[in-house]
């Protein structure tokens, strides 16, 4: 690991099985929340952020999907995801209850994200979050200024809270 990375984002994401408290030892398997792939990663992060940048063009279609998932800036991993793939991912997705299908007026499907719930944040959390979701490891000075276009964070012992606040959940 590079010297002044995050390197527990990826443990901040999967949200790991591994039982690291009492609070999640007492709930049983099936109420756990499940690793998300890289993909899935990819396209919560997606539905959340253009759900808080572009209110008007949220629910996303599918089409708004791919093009949010292979955008050129603001990513980390690049990737070039088909329509075939995400629709895959939102499947396991919509059974697992972290996004669902929303019929509208028009005859486009378009989905939405119920990823606040899923994975238990709000507020700068979900901020924080999001970038990770979207960009991967980050130094925190970078991730402080990138999740304050959601939400303030004003310093980084600021940033720091969440990110403990984050990792004891």
Known sequence: ???GKLI???KLIMRKDSM???ESADKPASEQPKPLNKLQRRILGVLIEKARTTPDAYPLSLAGLVAGANQKSNR???MNLSPEQIEDELI????LGIAAEVQGS?????????GYDYLGVKGAEAAVMTELLLRGEQ????LRVRASRFDPIPDLPA???ILRSLMNK
């Open 1 to 3: 690991a590079r010297k």
């Open 8 to 10: 527990f984002s990826e």
């Open 20 to 22: 690291d408290s009492q």
């Open 76 to 78: 980390s991993p690049l």
């Open 92 to 95: 396991q997705m919509r059974s």
């Open 106 to 114: 028009g005859r486009v499907s378009r989905f939405r994200h119920y």
């Open 139 to 142: 130094t925190a000075g970078d």
């Open 159 to 161: 940033l720091n809270e």
